[in-house]
């Protein structure tokens, strides 16, 4: 006889491990720490070719769902068909709805999701004992897990963050909240807009912060006045809802004022083509380097020789933004003051004088001043710097709001109702 695997949350992830999604695979770590048994499916596989160092302490098992609908579209098909056997009358009700779905939004990505969730219920949950489907992210994932949920009869739930929220229909967005269990969001400003375009209000939407890792950046240093040339730094996905173009202004400002800068950007994007081809228009060559993405051990090293954290966070056209941008959260615990922007729940983390300073999305101007009075006025620097520290650690450590997460999960979710938070 095979022993009976312990009940499981099975994750459903747009990928796994993906470098700018952290804050995940920190999430999965600290709730098998907490006494969860987790099993991951994931709809894309690994795009870097590294991942940071707290993945590989990860023990859930990884299913692979097909990426594309065409070339595995035979073993789709096969699964599917199989599955509707078992379910013909289910099945057949699950196939209207995700029709109805593809007719409302002519996008062949619903029938993908559908099938990929009939490949997951045929394929890879029998005898995985999964009892509940979270999803990470309310767009793709949360359609996979729905559609699952509807073929399996597992109750599901989502995380959502920030793209996934503003650029989603609000009545599919609505939709989805109503037919899950409960959402939970990173900020009050995205809990207070799901709220907003639910349907029922009957479901419980939880705002619980990511955090970060407090051990890992975590850096001492005594305070003391930075010195010329001053040291800039940028961690970010290249794409339009951070700003970065903003950020290569003020700095072009800041040079012709004759003001002594060094400028680093670490990440990669869809924008980046374009930024690159700004930093050469403003002739940055001499002034900011682009280093591609890189793993934690290298961006702890940038942290920690950088005197200002300067990102110009923005809404897109397409209605994309952040929530609270992690590496914020990460430069302030590690000293390093941040200038950022007026923009989303960014105001949640950063009081504006007092632990950072904001200023206007697209406005180079006023970013160029902030920079400059948080490098030369040193009695700003120091009070900023001491403040965002504590607030950091009081309010935005993972391993205390890991406790909030596994509370919420142990509260709705039978199986794992003997497992608390502490």
Not at 212 to 233: A, M
Not at 255 to 284: N, Y
Not at 291 to 309: E, I, M, N
């Amino acid at each position: 006889m095979v022993p009976a695997k312990p009940p499981a949350l099975g994750m459903i992830l747009k990928g796994f491990p993906r470098i700018s999604e952290t804050f995940i695979s920190n999430e999965i770590l600290l709730l098998e720490k907490a006494g969860f048994q987790i099993h991951i499916f994931s709809m894309r596989r690994p795009r870097e070719s590294f991942s940071h160092s707290s993945v590989k302490n990860i023990r859930a098992s990884v299913d692979y769902l097909p990426e594309t609908l065409l070339v595995p579209l035979p073993r789709f098909l096969y699964h599917n068909l199989l599955l509707a056997g078992q379910i013909p009358t289910i099945y057949r009700h699950v196939l209207k709805s995700a029709f109805l779905r593809f007719r409302q939004t002519r996008k062949l990505a619903t029938i993908k999701h559908f099938l990929q969730a009939g490949y997951l219920v045929h394929k890879f949950l029998p005898e995985q004992n999964v009892v509940h489907l979270h999803a990470h992210f309310a767009h793709s994932p949360a359609s996979v897990a729905s559609f699952t949920s509807q073929l399996s009869g597992l109750p599901f739930s989502f995380t959502a963050h920030a793209k996934d929220i503003y650029t989603s229909d609000p009545k599919h967005l609505g939709d989805k909240i109503d037919r899950s269990e409960f959402v939970v969001t990173c900020t009050e400003h995205n809990k207070e807009y799901l709220a907003g375009i639910a349907n029922s209000k009957k479901t419980p939407i939880y705002r619980i912060y990511h955090g970060i890792d407090t051990k890992l950046f975590n850096n001492r240093k005594e305070i003391t006045p930075p010195e010329t040339p001053y040291r800039l730094l940028t961690v970010a996905r290249i794409t339009r809802k951070k700003g970065i173009p903003t950020v290569l202004k003020a700095i072009r400002l800041l040079c012709d004022e004759g003001f002594p800068i060094e400028h680093i950007l670490i990440g990669d994007g869809d924008e980046r083509k374009s930024v690159l081809a700004l930093m050469k228009d403003l002739k940055l060559d001499n002034i900011s380097q682009w280093l591609g993405t890189l793993p934690h051990v290298k961006v702890l090293a940038h942290y920690r020789q950088s005197d200002l954290f300067v990102i110009g966070c923005e809404i897109a056209p397409n209605g994309d933004r952040d929530g609270i941008p992690n590496v914020i959260l990460e430069s302030m615990a590690m000293g390093v003051p941040v200038v950022s922007t007026h923009v989303s729940a960014i105001p949640e983390v950063i009081a504006d004088k007092a632990s950072g300073l904001l200023v206007p999305p697209h406005a180079p101007e006023e970013m160029a001043e902030a920079i400059k009075r948080l490098l030369t006025d040193f009695e700003l620097r120091k009070r900023v710097i001491e403040s965002a520290r504590t607030r950091v650690m009081e309010k935005f450590d993972n391993r205390l709001l890991i406790r909030n997460l596994a509370s919420v999960f142990a509260k709705k979710i039978p199986a794992f109702s003997h497992l608390s938070s502490s």
